[in-house]
């Protein structure tokens, strides 16, 4: 059973940038495709980007391109989301999610989340 958790989350101020990482267990990381959400209070749950296995195609929300950046490191098990020039409206817990297939991916596993704040 695979495990995600999640980190880098915080308070930062809208222009800031911030790093999450999502931490895989287990050693199939390679195999799977991975992806980020992100949920706002009272929203439902939003997609914000994807990587394919071994990296070579990322997807992101309209909202986001431009500003943030998806990656992975496979000999870290490690999946990061660098986020510049914050708004207010990134506001979420982010989450990140294991895929398989094809884009879009199906998803089998996700983490708890962690929290980004970002005050105007």
């Known amino acids: 059973q695979v495990q995600l958790v999640e980190s880098g989350g915080g308070l930062v101020q809208a222009g800031g940038s911030l790093r999450l990482s999502c931490a895989a267990s287990?050693?199939?990381?390679?195999?799977?495709?991975m992806s980020w959400f992100r949920q706002a209070p009272g929203k439902g749950r939003d997609f914000v980007a994807a990587?394919?296995?071994?990296?070579?195609?990322?997807y992101y929300a309209d909202s986001v391109k431009g500003r943030f950046t998806i990656s992975r490191d496979d000999a870290e098990d490690t999946m990061y989301l660098q986020m510049n020039d914050l708004k207010a409206e990134d506001t979420a817990v982010y989450s990140c999610?294991?895929?398989?297939?094809?884009?879009?991916?199906?998803?089998?596993?996700w983490g708890q989340g962690t929290q980004v704040t970002v005050s105007s």
């Open positions: 287990g050693r199939t990381f390679s195999r799977y495709a």
């Open positions: 990587i394919s296995v071994g990296g070579a195609s990322t």
């Open positions: 999610a294991r895929g398989s297939g094809t884009w879009p991916y199906e998803y089998n596993a």
